[in-house]
């Protein structure tokens, strides 16, 4: 499958807790995206990368969330000290960027936070 | 800042009744827009595009949308619905030069066969 992979695809965990979620991009995709969706709402931009640079980070985004893309390839997004507030669907997607054929991005099946 | 709104949270359909979403985006500038769907259990898939040029475009499944400038709008239609077409629909848009993209909050669409 050569789309965009996320793991772990469940992830629960206690309040207080670390936790760290992985994103494998569409191989060449030189820009990757994340995003959030709660229940009854579209995603929410978080973040993105072009190669290694993390270009933009929302307001949403608070000191307790830190992203990487260390090579320009895969992608983690590490949230510390987890609230419940922080249950949701984290998703990633990856394009080829604005000098590229489409522009399009294409997401990945998501990895969804529950914060007991 | 730009903004989505979707009016029709959920909308139910007889299978072959034809099918219009409403998207109205706030932004001042140029955009690209966009729908997603998201099947049930699955992840979310481009169903259609519009960057520039002709305001009609055609995606996948016989879907269409139009943008109307003027309007700031980019309705989604389908002229016989399937029940295959049970999903929830996201229109999406973002300013042209800016990665970032603002989701609707979603039409819960259902087929009933």
């Known amino acids: 499958d050569t789309g965009v992979s996320q793991d772990p695809r469940h992830k629960i965990t206690k309040r207080g807790q670390n936790v760290t979620f992985r994103c494998d991009p569409i191989s060449e995709h030189n820009r990757l995206y994340w995003y959030r969706q709660t229940l009854g709402q579209g995603p929410e931009f978080l973040t993105y990368?072009?190669?290694?640079?993390?270009?933009?980070k929302s307001r949403l985004l608070s000191d307790r969330f830190s992203a990487e893309r260390p090579k320009g390839s895969f992608s983690t997004l590490e949230i510390q000290r987890t609230e419940q507030g922080d249950s949701a669907m984290y998703l990633c997607?990856?394009?080829?960027?604005?000098?590229?054929?489409?522009?399009?991005?294409?997401f990945g099946a998501g990895t969804r936070l529950s914060v007991l | 800042a730009q903004s989505v709104s979707q009016h029709n949270h959920h909308v139910i359909l007889s299978e072959a009744a034809s099918l219009e979403l409403g998207c109205n985006y706030s932004?001042?500038?140029?955009?690209?827009l966009f729908w997603y769907v998201q099947y049930p259990g699955q992840h979310l898939q481009l169903l259609l595009k519009?960057?520039?040029?002709?305001?009609l475009v055609k995606g996948i499944k016989g879907f269409e949308a139009e943008f109307i400038k003027s309007k700031f709008s980019f309705n989604l239609r389908k002229p016989s619905v399937q029940w295959s077409d049970t999903a929830e629909y996201f229109c999406?848009?973002?300013?042209?030069?800016?990665?970032?993209?603002?989701f609707g909050t979603g039409t819960r669409l259902t087929i009933i066969p």
């Open positions: 999406a848009v973002n300013a042209r030069g800016n990665e970032k993209l603002t």
């Open positions: 990368f072009q190669n290694e640079a993390q270009l933009e």
């Open positions: 519009y960057f520039s040029g002709d305001p």
């Open positions: 997607a990856s394009s080829q960027g604005a000098g590229g054929p489409d522009g399009i991005q294409y």
């Open positions: 932004y001042g500038g140029t955009v690209n």
